[in-house]
């Protein structure tokens, strides 16, 4: 469907879960992270059920997410559950990758499409720093487990801190000239421990990767649901991908909604605005009405974010949107 301003949503990011093996610095705090209890998170037939009733308003592409959507028991399930259903094309994930060389069998199975896998840095010690508890290993063993399969189209998601040294970057752009895997740099968003960190741009990557790779040439093809622009290196097997949320606004292109583990639809990342559909599910609505929540609050998503703090453009109040901005984490939200 349209939403007010004709952009077509076709995309629902699925939250399976809060939790996660990780913590990394950017998205959780070291201690004290308070889960949601199991009995207020979907279970999988209200996932089911909600990517149905999208699937009728135009949904087409579902992305599971999370926290770590592999430790939720029993995923590969879910992912047939949804394949199953009609008008579905695709369904993906996006995972840290540490429990993916395990699970990898049973979610091809089930008919994954494709995987994104979070890699910050391939070296153990900054990994570590960055995920607090991670072991580089488990993610390099997944990463290796996807690729070998054949059966995926796989990427590698790297948000590139200020404090880490453009030469990690040098390093993970190698996996794309190697392997058949596109390696994404997406820009640090101010979006919950985000806002405590200092990123580096699409920019400036590029410039990076230019000065040891050569001249970057543009690939106009589209790649994937997102908002990802593409280059090709020479030599290169795969592509870079730069997600510049920050430095180069794509919100008049968005095509996406999300539903959080606890069955709120969330319309756009930087607004805490939702609908509470787990209401709905659990008091006995029949399909139409949560339908036409469903639909109403597409239609209704918002013009754009402000990350970059400006007035926005249709209105001289930036009150009212302050108001509404998201305080939780990325891990909370569904990234
Ligand atoms: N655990 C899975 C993973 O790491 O891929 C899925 C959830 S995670 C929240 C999804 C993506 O969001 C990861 O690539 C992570 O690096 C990214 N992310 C988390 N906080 C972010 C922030 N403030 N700005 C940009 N990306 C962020
Ligand atoms: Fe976990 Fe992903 Fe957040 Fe890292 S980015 S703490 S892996 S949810």
Redesign the pocket.
Known sequence: MRDQYGRTIEYMRVSVTDR?N?R?I??MPETGVHCVPHSEILTFDEIARVCGIGSGLGIRKIKL?????LVRRGLPELVKMLKDLPGIEQVTL???GILLKEQLGNLVAAGLDAV???I?TLDQEEYRRITRIGDIADAAAGLEAAVACGKLRVKI?C?PLRDVSPDTYIKLALLARDKNVDVRF?????????KEFA?RSGGEIVGVLREQYGEPEIYNKKIGNGPAEYFSFPGFKGKIGLIS?VSHQFCSTCNRVRLTSEGALKLCLQYNTAVDLRSLLRSGADDDLIRETMRRAIYEKPACHHFDNAVPGQSDDASEWQEKIETRE??QI??
């Open positions: 996660c990780l990394c950017y998205c997410t999370g926290g770590e959507p996006t995972s840290n994104n896998i979070s910050d998601n948000v997406i820009e640090m968003m101010p979006i919950g421990f985000g990123g949320a990325m891990s569904g990234g």
